[in-house]
């Protein structure tokens, strides 16, 4: 079973940049997907970028070309480099795995796919 921890988060301007880390501990063998998900107060919580163990990428719509999701295998963590922040990019972002799954199998932007969390990280960002 995985532990994942996410840190990073924060308040910045609109335009400013930040980067989220997600450490997994815990039973990372095996062909995990991690993602990235947010939820803004009152909304449901949705997808914004994910991996599988072979390197492909999906991102939402709205953050392709601003975010980059990348892994340190070495060091067991994952990260969300967020650019040209937006105040609706505002929300907790929540970091999630799930093993034994790839991008041909799996849609990896689907929260219901996963069934790891962290505890989230607080993102905010002002106009």
């Known amino acids: 079973q995985a532990q994942l921890v996410e840190s990073g988060g924060g308040s910045v301007q609109a335009g400013g940049s930040l980067r989220l880390s997600c450490a997994t501990s815990?039973?990372?063998?095996?062909?995990?997907?991690m993602g990235w998900f947010r939820q803004a107060p009152g909304k449901e919580r949705e997808g914004v970028a994910a991996?599988?163990?072979?390197?492909?990428?999906r991102y939402a719509d709205d953050v392709r070309g601003r975010f980059t999701i990348s892994q340190d295998d070495a060091k067991n963590t994952l990260y969300l480099q967020m650019n040209s922040l937006k105040p609706e990019d505002s929300g907790m972002y929540y970091c999630?795995?799930?093993?034994?799954?790839?991008?041909?199998?799996?849609?990896?932007?689907?929260?219901?796919?996963?069934?790891?969390w962290g505890q989230g990280t607080q993102v905010t960002v002002s106009s």
């Open positions: 999630a795995a799930e093993p034994y799954c790839s991008d041909s199998d799996y849609d990896l932007l689907d929260l219901s796919e996963y069934n790891y």
């Open positions: 815990g039973d990372t063998h095996g062909n995990y997907c």
């Open positions: 991996i599988d163990s072979d390197g492909t990428t």
